[in-house]
């Protein structure tokens, strides 16, 4: 996985795993073996552990995040590799179609790029004054990931008058670069597409977004709750879940050529009127009503 092994949010997703697992007639204790790898995402690690992983020649391989299935893929095209969070698996080259992926992957879309175009919505609908918007994300981390979402957000950026600046980050340090160059020009304001790195540094992108006044939008659920200003994107904890049952029917003889990728099946928001209050912002009663869960503490 592309987290710590000890972070919060990737415990509370694999146990959703290991319960729908069990759910489904598969537990550790009795007919099934699950051996776990964690990155923190570090982008010389993952080679390193798909290696490792595939040298116990496992009946099937869970990949959490495109780098992680596009390091397994290079090790194997006979193990069944089921994927989550993965946003581009046709332009991966993981799967042929999402209807017939045709290999040995598999599994749940993360997201279609057009949620690019919600993610600049919701931004200037909190702070209509946005005249720009940064795309933080790691290009070495994300792949194909980070420009599938960058070509949807210029595509749909002039429609909102939004001007759309590409930061590429590695790590802790160019983060803290790209926010604060970025904040120098007013009206600004922050999106975060899934990415590992940026989520293992998620305390300083929060920080560094309230330090400088500017308006972020988050794809999970946790930077609302350490603090951010809002988040829209899937339930992960239900993919995983998702996840599972498709692991359960390799193990039952299913090929995951013919199993089609699935689609997400919840989509949540989550706004912090503490954090906006602090930034200077109303929010609308429209994005209020819309609201999944709202934090005011």
Request: aromatic share 8%.
């Amino acid at each position: 996985m592309a987290y710590a092994e000890n972070d919060p949010e990737g415990i509370v997703r694999v146990a959703k795993f290991r319960q729908e697992l069990e759910r489904l007639g598969w537990s550790e204790a009795h007919n099934v073996r699950i051996d776990y790898r964690f990155t923190a995402a570090r982008a010389d690690q993952f080679q390193v552990l798909a290696k490792e992983l595939v040298a116990l020649r496992p009946d099937v391989i869970l990949a959490h995040a495109t780098v992680s299935a596009a390091a397994l893929q290079q090790e194997t095209r006979a193990i069944p590799i089921v994927f989550v969070n993965v946003s581009d698996p046709i332009g991966a080259g993981f799967v042929t179609s999402l209807a017939r992926p045709g290999g040995n992957l598999t599994g749940v879309l993360h997201y279609e790029a057009s949620i690019a175009g919600k993610w600049l919505a919701m931004l200037k609908e909190i702070a209509p004054r946005l005249a720009r918007a940064t795309l933080v994300g790691n290009p070495k981390v994300m792949l194909t990931g980070y420009d599938y979402f960058l070509r949807a957000a210029e595509a749909t950026a002039p429609s909102f008058a939004i001007e759309l600046v590409p930061s590429h980050v590695e790590n802790a340090a160019d983060i803290e670069r790209a926010i604060e160059s970025f904040a120098r020009v007013p009206n600004g304001g922050l999106v975060l597409p899934p990415d590992s790195t940026t989520n293992v540094h998620r305390d300083l992108v929060i920080g560094l977004a309230a330090r400088h006044r500017l308006p972020a939008i988050y794809t999970a659920r946790l930077f609302v709750t350490a603090g951010g200003l809002m988040s829209y994107g899937t339930d992960q904890v239900e993919m995983f879940g998702q996840a599972a049952t498709y692991i359960d029917r390799i193990l039952r003889g299913a090929k995951p050529a013919d199993l089609p990728v699935q689609a997400p099946t919840r989509y949540e928001t989550v706004l912090n009127l503490k954090t906006a209050k602090a930034l200077g912002l109303e929010v609308p009663p429209s994005l209020l009503v819309r609201a999944d869960e709202v934090i005011d503490k």
